[in-house]
């Protein structure tokens, strides 16, 4: 298994530019989700799904879209780039929500918005 | 509303020492409790996770937690750190998402 993987690992955008970060994984786990790390604020959640076709907000929504059209994929798109939004972004799924099922992590793409 | 703290953001020990990292959350009912690991540049690693049962949990690399419901805490330990330990950890609580704390980062000195 490759576990989750992310594309790209760096990024550099323009205020303004949109562009769509790649999650996807291989062990048929149900929930997906997205998180932002910057320093001094550890991860925050983004969005998550619970399944394919299902999709809710997390922590901090706002510039970011989601959807979950098949199992094992879960982009996250940035409508409009801002310099807020630079970032380290890792994607994580989990087997289920449910019980103690841990998530496991991509390797993280590093965004740079100028 | 569900959280996380970690009040120690950064934390130096002595190669050899032991370690203890807190952790403290604020949730409605029994948790499930998480410890990650990240190594710089790196994406995150469980340690250990605590669902039930024994309030003392093993996980790898030598850590254990031990889960205190009357403190709702759940304590990060080591008895003797080793340099490849410098990272910094993350505690987390799952209800269906999972909220993190801020992190710590560990300096390990020689």
């Known amino acids: 298994n490759a576990g989750v993987t992310q594309t790209p690992k760096f990024q550099v955008l323009k205020t303004g530019q949109s562009m769509t970060l790649q999650c996807a994984q291989d062990m048929n786990h149900e929930y997906m989700s997205w998180y932002r790390q910057d320093p001094g604020m550890g991860l925050r959640l983004i969005h998550y799904?619970?399944?394919?076709?299902?999709?809710d907000q997390g922590e901090v929504p706002n510039g970011y879209n989601v959807s979950r059209s098949t199992t094992e994929d879960f982009p996250l798109r940035l409508l409009s780039a801002a310099p807020s939004q630079t970032s380290v972004y890792f994607c994580?799924?989990?087997?289920?929500?449910?019980?103690?099922?841990?998530?496991?992590f991509g390797p993280g793409t590093r965004l740079t918005v100028t | 509303a569900q959280s996380v703290t970690q009040p120690d953001i950064h934390i130096t020990v002595s190669e050899g020492a032991s370690l203890e990292l807190r952790c403290n959350y604020s949730y409605g009912a029994t948790p499930y409790l998480f410890w990650y690991v990240q190594s710089p540049g790196q994406g995150l690693q469980l340690l250990l996770k605590?669902?039930?049962?024994?309030?003392l949990v093993q996980g790898i690399k030598g850590f254990e937690a031990e889960f205190k419901r009357s403190q709702s805490s759940f304590n990060l330990r080591k008895p003797s750190v080793h340099w490849s330990d410098a990272a910094e950890y993350f505690c987390a609580v799952k209800k269906i998402q999972f909220y993190f704390g801020t992190g710590t980062s560990l300096t390990v000195i020689p």
């Open positions: 994580a799924s989990s087997y289920s929500t449910t019980n103690a099922y841990e998530q496991y």
């Open positions: 799904s619970v399944g394919a076709g299902i999709t």
């Open positions: 605590y669902f039930s049962g024994d309030t």
